[in-house]
């Protein structure tokens, strides 16, 4: 290879080189100017910080004090049998602390084939798709979901389910996110409304409705 070739490569290494000389410096060394910005992507904001003068007010203080009668976001929640599903304590309640109507049961089933029927399934025996699709890869890492028509959990409390909706267990996450306390009550309805399917006896079921099961 000529020599001239290798002159003229390193020549270009060497100026290569000068761009990201440049980013360094302007990356590490301190600066009395802000950075150039093209887009300012609300970095650089009109407002008053904490502790500095304000002198839009007479008393030149930024931080105001609250209007009287304002309470923080989410400490108006008090019932705590309705908010928490306790009664006191860490105590669940025991019933559905709101009446259950046949509304609240619809709106509890439409919510629950959105959010735990692909664990669940929409029987709420534990064998929802996710769940047949976890068996079928067999890696050995899934947890089965908890049947909610077994005995244990017939045997809960309502707040427990309710408590579980806004916290999760075990592997099963929080839905408190997407579930208001109001849906949260509903669903733990509808799925008082399954296990009643699982374990009713005739005696259960209106003597009107008796005839369609051939009773």
Not at 47 to 63: H, I, L, R, S, W
Not at 82 to 89: C, P
Not at 160 to 188: C, E, F
Request: with cysteine.
């Amino acid at each position: 290879m000529p020599r001239w070739i290798i002159y003229v490569l390193l020549l270009l290494v060497a100026v290569s080189l000068v761009p990201m000389g440049l980013m360094y410096r302007a990356n590490h060394q301190p600066k009395n100017q802000p950075r150039l910005q093209v887009v300012y992507d609300m970095d650089q904001q009109s407002y008053y910080k904490a502790q500095t003068e304000n002198t839009f007010f007479p008393d030149g203080v930024t931080m105001r004090k609250p209007p009287a009668g304002t309470v923080a976001r989410g400490l108006l929640n008090e019932d705590d049998a309705y908010f928490r599903g306790i009664a006191r304590d860490t105590i669940f309640v025991q019933e559905i602390p709101v009446q259950v109507t046949k509304p609240m049961l619809e709106r509890g089933r439409e919510r629950f084939n959105i959010y735990c029927a692909p664990c669940h399934g929409q029987s709420g025996n534990g064998n929802g798709m996710t769940h047949v699709r976890a068996q079928a890869l067999a890696e050995g890492t899934w947890t089965p979901p908890t049947d909610l028509t077994s005995q244990t959990v017939v045997e809960r409390p309502s707040g427990h389910i309710y408590n579980t909706i806004s916290k999760g267990i075990r592997t099963m996450p929080s839905y408190g996110a997407q579930l208001n306390p109001q849906d949260r009550w509903a669903v733990t309805a509808y799925v008082r409304a399954l296990q009643l399917s699982r374990n009713a006896t005739i005696a259960d079921v209106p003597v009107e409705s008796r005839a369609a099961l051939g009773q």
